[in-house]
């Protein structure tokens, strides 16, 4: 059995990123970024939530035996924007390929994700609703952004 342990550094380098995200990308304030909810009851894993009007944001990072046993995983289980088709959704999973990266984070896996969501993965290279690898998502966000770049 692996012994997954997140420390303190690791929790606020995601809490750090995902408020930038929010002031940056979804233009909120930086007092209402920092009402993001963090979560840890245990040293394995934690969750991050933001949520105000229609952007929603929960996350779940850690050991989560569901997507992949005893491998770090980071899962999207509520994910939406007030402005769709804005770059926010692919902004989001690059930022968390380059924790992902720097924590050694196996997979990011979308929990029921809707339709219009789906979709999305579909062109970011996902298989069906299945977790995706992060070396192998960030690779296809490149592409995708290479593609969209030519067309």
Same mark, same amino acid.
């Given at each position: 059995m692996l012994n997954i342990v997140i420390n303190e550094a690791e929790r606020a380098a995601f809490f750090d990123t995902l408020k930038k995200f929010i002031v940056e990308k979804l233009g909120y304030s930086l007092k209402q970024a920092s009402s993001i909810d963090?979560?840890?009851?245990?040293?394995?894993?934690?969750?991050?939530?933001?949520k105000k009007g229609l952007d929603d944001l929960y996350l779940k990072i850690g050991d989560y035996s569901y997507t992949a046993p005893e491998q770090k995983s980071i899962v999207i289980s509520?994910? $939406? +924007?007030?402005?769709?088709?804005?770059? *926010?959704?692919? /902004? !989001?999973?690059?930022?968390?390929?380059?924790?992902?990266?720097?924590?050694?984070?196996?997979?990011?896996?979308?929990?029921?994700?809707?339709?219009?969501?789906?979709?999305?993965?579909?062109?970011? $290279? +996902?298989?069906?609703?299945?977790?995706? *690898?992060?070396? /192998? !998502?960030?690779?296809?966000?490149?592409?995708y952004e290479n593609?969209?770049?030519v067309q």
């Open positions: 963090l979560f840890s009851f245990r040293e394995d894993y934690f969750t991050l939530q933001f509520r994910i $939406g +924007f007030r402005k769709s088709h804005s770059g *926010s959704g692919t /902004e !989001l999973l690059k930022e968390l390929c380059k924790l992902g990266q720097e924590f050694k984070y196996d997979w990011l896996y979308i929990e029921c994700p809707n339709p219009g969501c789906q979709e999305f993965m579909k062109k970011l $290279g +996902f298989k069906d609703t299945s977790p995706i *690898s992060i070396h /192998e !998502l960030k690779n296809s966000i490149q592409e593609h969209k770049v």
